[in-house]
Every structure is written in C-alpha cells, then in structure tokens.
C-alpha cells in the first residue's frame, strides 16, 4: 500500500520525467545488438563512440544513429 509520503514521490517523479530540460546526460554506455554482432556504443560529455571498424572509419555509424534516434 503506498503512504502519501510515497505517491508525492511518484508524482513528482512522472512531472520531472516530462520536463526535459531537468536533464544532462555526461555519459551511458549500451550494448546494441546488430545485425553482425553486438557494439558498444557510448556517450561521454557530448561525445559518441562506438566500437564498430566503421565508426572508427567515418566517426558515425548506424548503431551509435539508432541510440540517438531511441533518446530523441
């Protein structure tokens, strides 16, 4: 059963999530499984990364894309 203390802590949670701007994000890291194998993509201080020949190749790649793309 959840107190009033708790549901206070729930609500605000639901307003704060709703509110972008409370956010900066520094750094994550996530495993993308891919159609050849799975990739570490990460994030650290506006900055991407991803494990794959062709991020190291060309600075981007379809997987580090698609984390931004499931942020937006």
Same mark, same amino acid.
């Given at each position: 059963? =959840?107190? !009033? !203390?708790?549901?206070?802590?729930?609500?605000?949670?639901?307003?704060?999530? #709703?509110?972008?701007?409370?956010?900066?994000? =520094?750094?994550? #890291?996530?495993?993308?499984?891919?159609?050849? %194998?799975?990739? =570490?993509?990460?994030?650290?201080? %506006?900055?991407?990364?991803?494990? !794959?020949?062709?991020?190291?190749?060309? %600075?981007?790649? !379809?997987?580090?894309?698609?984390?931004?793309?499931?942020?937006?």
């Amino acid at each position: 059963m =959840l107190d !009033s !203390s708790m549901i206070g802590k729930v609500e605000k949670a639901h307003r704060y999530a #709703q509110e972008h701007d409370r956010f900066v994000f =520094l750094n994550f #890291q996530v495993m993308v499984r891919g159609d050849n %194998g799975e990739y =570490l993509v990460t994030y650290d201080h %506006g900055k991407w990364e991803c494990n !794959s020949e062709y991020f190291r190749n060309h %600075g981007f790649d !379809s997987h580090t894309m698609a984390v931004e793309r499931l942020l937006d």
